[in-house]
Nanobody, 124 residues
Framework: QVQLVESGGELVQPGGSLRLSCTAS????????VGWFRQLPGKEREGVSY???????IYVDSVKGRFTISRDDAKNTVYLQMNNLKPEDTAVYYC??????????????????WGQGTQVTVSS
C-alpha cells in the first residue's frame, strides 16, 4: 500500500523559513516524479515545485529563488525548503508522486499518489 506523509507545516512569521518533508512507503521516490502542490480553501490546487528521478527540478515563478526541492534516497523522502516566506505562501501543501514518464509532470491530474497535506501559515 502506497502512502505519502507530509510534515513540517506550521505558523511562521513573514521572512521566516520552513522545511516540509514528504516521506513515502510502498514506493521508491527515486524512481518517481514528485511534486509539491498547495491549495487554499475554494481555490484550485496549484503546483509549486517538482523533481524528477534524475534530479531535474522545476519551480513556479512565484517561488523561484526562495524554495528548494530535494530528495534523500536513503530516507525515501523529498523535501521542500522554503525561505523568505510571504503571507501569500499560506496554504495546505501536498506532495504527490507518479512513476517516471518522458517529461516531468506539472499538473495535479498527472499524479497518482497524494499525501494528506500539511498546513503552512505565514503571518505576523
Amino acid at each position: 500500500q502506497v502512502q505519502l506523509v507530509e510534515s513540517g507545516g506550521e505558523l511562521v512569521q513573514p521572512g521566516g523559513s520552513l522545511r516540509l518533508s514528504c516521506t513515502a512507503s510502498g514506493l521508491t521516490l527515486a524512481y518517481h516524479a514528485v511534486g509539491w502542490f498547495r491549495q487554499l480553501p475554494g481555490k484550485e490546487r496549484e503546483g509549486v515545485s517538482y523533481i524528477r528521478d534524475n534530479g531535474y527540478t522545476i519551480y513556479v515563478d512565484s517561488v523561484k529563488g526562495r524554495f528548494t526541492i530535494s530528495r534523500d534516497d536513503a530516507k525515501n523522502t523529498v523535501y521542500l525548503q522554503m525561505n523568505n516566506l510571504k503571507p501569500e505562501d499560506t496554504a495546505v501543501y501536498y506532495c504527490a508522486a507518479r512513476m517516471t514518464i518522458s517529461h516531468l509532470p506539472t499538473l495535479p491530474e498527472e499524479y497518482d499518489y497524494w499525501g494528506q497535506g500539511t498546513q503552512v501559515t505565514v503571518s505576523s
